[in-house]
Every structure is written in structure tokens, then in C-alpha cells.
């Protein structure tokens, strides 16, 4: 009996031979890229340069899941104790930073120019850095007070194919933030529009 039940168990696991349809029936590229980045924005409403870097999985060539860290590069955002209840004439440097999940879609990848479209998803934290006797250089500023937030930064970007493996992008975004908790700083004050130069270095 067990002669005939061989045939009967193949027919039941694959009946037919046939092949399951899926979404996505094809062979699927894979590539990635990492690279800096420097924003140009206004917070507290003067201007401030963040910089930073982002990376991803390149998946088919558009669609790109990574991840991103920024920092405050300039050091000229600064707020009288006055402002934020420390020491009256006193001189505080605002320092931010943030990180999170990184989302892209570019369009006709092929083209030697083309459009490209991202999201950041994460959190970051801001604080008020006291003047030391060093100055703004000192190894180890002291915080005079800090707080976290959750950001969303979507933007929009040129990007040029330079060679294979480099591409340049230029953009425009605008960083949504929330829960900041710091007297004389709200979410206006470090929401805004940045401009952004990415040097994209990978296999595409």
C-alpha cells in the first residue's frame, strides 16, 4: 500500500508542479551607498550648518531603507540666561543632534539627473551649553539643561549621477519637531526648511 501513497503525497505538495504567484515575480537587485551630509538651515531663528551622514540598502536601484545621524556643526546659536532662566548676561550655546530610520524613493535612477524623494523618522535632543573659561572649544561643556524630541524630516532632491559609483544630491526638507520641553525654546524654534549637498558613495 505504501507504493501508492508516494505519487499521492507529491501531487498533494506540489499538484501540478505549478509555481505560487507572488507581487513580485522577478529577480531582485540589490545595492547600498553611505555618504556625508551638510544642511543648511535657520534655528532659534539664526542660521545654523548641521551636518552628518546617512546610509542604506538599495533595493531594485529605488527604493533605499537606512538610517541617518545629524549634528550641529556651527556654534554661533547662542541665547542670553535671560531667555532660558540661567545666569542674566550670560552666554549659552545651543547644541541639537538627532538620528533615525531613513525612507527613499528615486525615480528613473537610470537618468543622469533625476528626483528623489526621502523621509526621516527618529529622535534627537537639544541643551544649553555653558561658556566655559576655554571657550566654545572646551573637551567637555557642561548642559546647563537638555530635552529630547521626536522628529519627522521629509524632503525632496536633485540627484546627479557623477560616475558609477558617486552621486551628488542637492535638496530641500523641512524637520517636524515635537515634544521639546525647554524654557525659552518650543518646537518652531528648532522646526524649519534646510537645504541640503549629499555626497552618495556605492553600488547603485
Known sequence: ????????????ANPGGFTPETLYDHDIDHGGFGGPVVKLTRIADQFGVIAGARGGWIIDHGLVVGAGIYGMASQNVKLDGVEIGGTPGEEYRLEMGYLGLEFEYTARPHRLLHVTL?????????AYLENTPCGWDHEDPEAFASDGFFIT???????LNVAKPFRISLGASYR???DVDLQGLGNKDLSGFGSSITFKFGSF
Open 153 to 159: 524630516e521629509p524632503g525632496l532632491n536633485a540627484e
Open 176 to 178: 517636524f519637531v515635537s
Open 118 to 126: 526621502q523621509t526621516l523618522i527618529g529622535g534627537g535632543g537639544a
Open 1 to 12: 500500500m505504501w507504493w501508492f501513497m508516494v505519487p499521492l503525497c507529491i501531487v498533494v
